[in-house]
């Protein structure tokens, strides 16, 4: 007879494949299920086994239930290991059987849910060779492979490290996808040409199609994975390997497992969900700033932004634009004081040309222009990248960029005076308040579907009726953006989502 100790997410699979074969067959667990094989009396059920097959959770589970069953083991008995735990347990466990004169086998596996239902499991193997030969046909019901590597614990040390490559690969997928997507590549078109790619893995093509899902029921829990990777941690630390990749593989492992440890391993990706108390978050970015200083600092920088710069004498910080003759943005500013002098600060990739476009008009005025951008203290406070989406506040360049018009992304209240006198651009403005539209507008949206791209397109009866512009992730309110409507579709709410790059529809969303 076989005792099969475990019946979690693969010993319980496993057990279905020794059973289909009519094999003999006991089964035990922590806590009870509905099975026929099941039995209470651990004991027992350990004097009648031949062969033992282990598959609980960690070394703490299997150092507890083996100390109980060590009194029923004897010689022409075997106990085979086949949960993950450290090497030092592996070695216990050789030791203990030695001792009584048990078999045993150092044999844990690599596959998940779906391959132990099948029976396509790989086992590592180290012990005896002899006493592998005698298990083989055993082992092979719920295995496709069975790779020989020596004596214990080198199959507990290469499934530990395998394990290590897959939890780390399985982090760099998700934030490869969740970069691409934010810069507009559909995530369906990157798993595409990942495929072309000498970085594709087979475990890139199990978990990013349940990934683009939302999709986490546990092939391989992120409560396992993360107790395995903290074994890599304990070997590197005892090799003396420097292993800060691992660390921070066992850290994102961690913060999944606190979110709900029952998880997939691959709900690492949920790293880039933002909680309610994340969302009082902000960031201190770097910036371009500007100072102009000198008697005519105010009047001639009111005549080049859209805003009323007299605003900042209170101490508090305005924004505006800097728009072409024809109306279109350049730039979007923040502007505040420092005594006398005026602070201008925008995105630092653009200080140079900010720098050009405040000199441009330059020519009489008692003005002195310094560029203090590669300042180590020119930095902006900014929303969390999330409670910006969710308020509806456009960022550059998303949704503020060059050539845009202002009142399209809701700039009036923000960063336009319509009282404060001349500036360029300014009868452009004036005129389109005036006529109280514009061919497009910004809106806040609700998403179906996870890791939907920035650029792509909103669709309604196949025609194109807006883009999307920024993308978020928050726990509880799902999937959050920020786009542009186009005006002939305003009487419309729900939109189709078609990827950027193939035109396919991959979700849906609606107004929020």
Request: charged residues 25%; contains cysteine; glycine residues 6%.
């Amino acid at each position: 007879m076989t005792l099969l100790l475990g019946l979690g997410i693969i010993g319980s699979r496993c057990a279905d494949q020794l059973a289909a074969t009519g094999l003999p067959l006991k089964t035990w667990n922590r806590s009870l299920k509905e099975r026929p094989d099941l039995i209470t009396d651990l004991s027992t059920a350990a004097q009648e086994a031949q062969t033992i097959l282990c598959y609980l959770r960690d070394d703490i589970a299997v150092r507890e239930i083996f100390t109980l069953i060590k009194p029923s083991l004897s010689e022409k008995k075997t106990f085979i290991n086949h949960a993950t735990i450290d090497p030092d347990t592996t070695l216990w466990l050789a030791r203990q059987c030695q001792e009584i004169g048990c078999g045993f086998l150092d044999c844990p596996f690599t596959g998940s849910r779906d391959a132990a239902a099948t029976g396509e499991l790989v086992y590592y193997a180290a012990g005896d060779p002899d006493l592998l030969e005698q298990h083989r046909t055993l082992l092979q019901i719920t295995s496709r492979e069975i790779l020989y590597l020596g004596q214990p614990p080198a199959a507990t040390i290469v499934k530990i490290t395998t394990n290590l490559a897959t939890a780390a690969a399985v982090q760099a997928l998700g934030e490869a996808v969740e970069i691409s997507r934010r810069h507009g590549i559909d995530p369906r078109s990157w798993h595409e040409a990942a495929k072309l790619n000498g970085c594709y893995a087979p475990a890139m093509g199990m978990k990013l199609p349940s990934i683009l899902e939302n999709n986490f029921s546990p092939h391989f829990s992120a409560e396992n994975m993360a107790k395995d990777t903290q074994y890599a941690m304990q070997l590197a630390h005892t090799s003396g390997v420097t292993a800060d990749l691992n660390h921070l593989t066992w850290a994102r492992l961690f913060e999944a497992e606190m979110r709900d440890a029952s998880e997939d391993f691959s709900a690492t990706i949920r790293q880039h969900q933002t909680t309610d108390l994340e969302l009082e978050d902000e960031d201190d970015i770097s910036c371009s700033r500007i100072r102009l200083r000198g008697p005519d600092a105010e009047r001639y920088l009111n005549g080049q932004v859209s805003n009323d710069v007299r605003l900042t004498e209170d101490g508090r910080m305005i924004e505006a634009c800097l728009l072409d003759a024809k109306g279109k943005l350049q730039f979007f500013v923040q502007i505040h004081r420092e005594g006398d002098d005026f602070i201008v600060q925008g995105p630092i990739e653009v200080a140079e040309e900010l720098y050009a476009r405040l000199d441009k008009y330059l020519i009489a005025d008692d003005v002195e222009l310094l560029d203090e951008s590669m300042d180590d203290e020119a930095f902006l406070t900014v929303p969390n990248e999330t409670r910006r989406i969710l308020e509806g506040l456009p960022k550059w360049p998303n949704e503020i960029h060059p050539g845009m018009l202002p009142p399209e992304a809701g700039l009036e209240e923000r960063s336009i005076s319509y009282t404060k006198g001349c500036y360029t651009g300014q009868e452009v403005i004036s005129r389109m308040k005036r006529a109280g539209k514009t061919n497009r507008h910004l809106v806040k949206l609700s998403l179906d579907k996870p890791l939907i791209p920035t650029t792509a397109k909103l669709m309604i009866g196949g025609k194109e009726a807006g883009i999307i512009t920024s993308v978020a992730s928050h726990i509880a309110k799902g999937e959050v953006a920020l786009g542009y409507r186009l005006r002939k579709f305003e009487e419309h709410e729900t939109f189709d989502i078609a990827s950027p790059a193939t035109g396919e529809i991959i979700g849906k969303a609606s107004l929020r």
